[in-house]
Nanobody, 121 residues
């Protein structure tokens, strides 16, 4: 199993910055991809950014050039960061950390509890 703990959300004015963190523990050796999704009220959950174990990244068009995803590996944990700059009110959403892993040979998706990001105009 993989456990994900998020931190770093909050309230910020438009144009400001926030950094989200997601610490993964458990069967981290089996993680293939980690990423951030977001869900605004009345909308579907959407991919914001993802990073593979090899360091390849992918971003939603709406955040390219403003958000940066990165990862840091330690002995028993992997932490993924989402640096969010030039925030806009439309970035307001609950942000969820996600990991795709196969600890028992079967691909599974794990989710964090979500952290609220609110951008005021």
């Amino acid at each position: 199993q993989v456990q994900l703990v998020e931190s770093g959300g909050g309230l910020v004015q438009a144009g400001g910055s926030l950094r989200l963190s997601c610490a993964a523990s458990g069967s981290i050796f089996s993680i293939n991809v980690m990423g951030w999704y977001r869900q605004a009220p009345g909308k579907q959950r959407e991919l914001v950014a993802a990073i593979t174990t090899g360091g390849s990244t992918d971003y939603a068009d709406s955040v390219k050039g403003r958000f940066t995803i990165s990862r840091d590996s330690a002995k028993n944990t992997v932490t993924v960061y989402l640096q969010m700059n030039s925030l806009k009110p439309e970035d307001t959403a609950v942000y969820y950390c996600n990991a795709e892993a196969s600890p028992d040979g079967i691909l599974k998706r794990y989710w964090g509890q979500g952290t609220q990001v609110t951008v005021s105009s």
